[in-house]
């Protein structure tokens, strides 16, 4: 395959997936999906893979590793610098030695939603997170501390209270709920025991138990007083983030939403909308038009710009 040029890498590494987009000197983009990107314990072996993945793809695309100029890596858990580290050795052992720019997950979303960088974005995937940046470059953040003691409102937070409130049913200390049902038949199982031993199977991820999130949604479409209710709280608690940095921002009044659990989830976008207008009339609320990959591209241009 002909080799196409030189090109920049804008990458957006989530806990399922993994955004990339490469960039020519013509401006031509391309954009294609590959495996997770985890770098916190021992999923660091899963994004190696990751990138192995990547360069393959990268090859089969005409973009030789050596032509490269340029990453730029949005990611969560990135300020850890062993992360940095890992993923620099990783990186360097395919072949790319190019610059390499590393930003947090909400900053190259944040660059995604808003060209000059500057606004707020409240991120609602399989974590959740609110951060802003002011045009004066003050940054303001909450939320985003991990699924043991935060992400409320985010994939995870949902599917752990799906998975509550079928356990509660199954007590009789709950409504009675047609998520059982949709759960029996995701996991092929016909008992809450079988539930019991797929939560607790050694290695499970967060990223797994959130992909039942979904299954919420289904259950509400039908009109599950449970699963609206989880969905009411999700609305609540990620307004709550929102709110907290809308009050500490220097007269920013742009906010965007991303994440999955905001894209695909109509009825929680919804609610949280209507929310943050009544309790905020003065905020605009806007769609991320643009993926974060295409944000960590953004900065990693902007950066460059800066240094010349």
């Known amino acids: 395959m002909e080799e196409k040029g030189q090109y920049l890498i804008g990458m957006d590494g989530g806990g399922t997936k993994t955004s990339v987009v490469v960039k020519w000197a013509d401006g031509r983009e391309e954009e294609f999906l590959s495996g997770p990107f985890n770098i916190n314990g021992q999923e660091k072996e899963e994004t190696a893979r990751t990138l192995e993945e990547i360069a393959a793809s990268l090859k089969k695309r005409g973009c030789a ?23 620099h050795k990783k990186l360097s052992e395919l072949g790319f030695s190019c610059r390499l720019d590393f930003f947090g997950d909400q900053e190259s979303a944040l660059a995604s939603a808003f060209p000059d960088g500057c606004g707020m974005i409240l991120i609602a995937g ?14 303001v953040r909450a939320g985003g501390w991990g699924h043991l003691i935060d992400d409320g409102g985010s994939g995870y937070a949902i599917a752990r209270d799906l998975f509550r409130a079928v356990a509660r049913a199954e007590d009789g200390r709950g409504e009675t709920t047609v998520m059982k049902d949709l759960l029996w038949d995701a996991l092929e199982i016909d008992g809450i025991r079988g539930m019991i031993r797929y939560l607790y199977a050694p290695g499970r991820s967060k990223k797994e138990i959130a992909s ?10 039908l009109g599950d007083r449970e699963a609206l209710k989880i969905e009411a709280r999700a609305a609540d608690q990620l307004c709550e983030l929102a709110s907290c940095v809308i009050f500490r921002m220097e007269g920013e009044r742009r906010l965007a939403f991303s994440g999955s659990v905001l894209q695909n989830n109509g009825r929680i976008r919804a609610q949280l909308a209507d929310k943050i207008r009544r309790l905020h009339p003065e905020v605009k609320v806007c769609k991320t038009e643009k993926s974060a990959a295409q944000g960590a591209l953004a900065l990693l241009e902007r950066k460059d710009e800066g240094k010349r």
Request: charge should be positive; charged fraction near 15%; include cysteine.
């Open 126 to 139: 399989t974590g959740s997170v609110c951060y802003g940046k002011s045009e004066s470059g003050k940054t």
């Open 65 to 87: 590793i050596s032509l490269c100029q340029g990453i730029g890596v949005g990611c969560a858990g990135i300020s850890n610098p062993e992360s940095e580290s890992f993923l």
């Open 212 to 221: 039942f999130a979904k299954l919420v949604a289904k259950a509400a479409a």
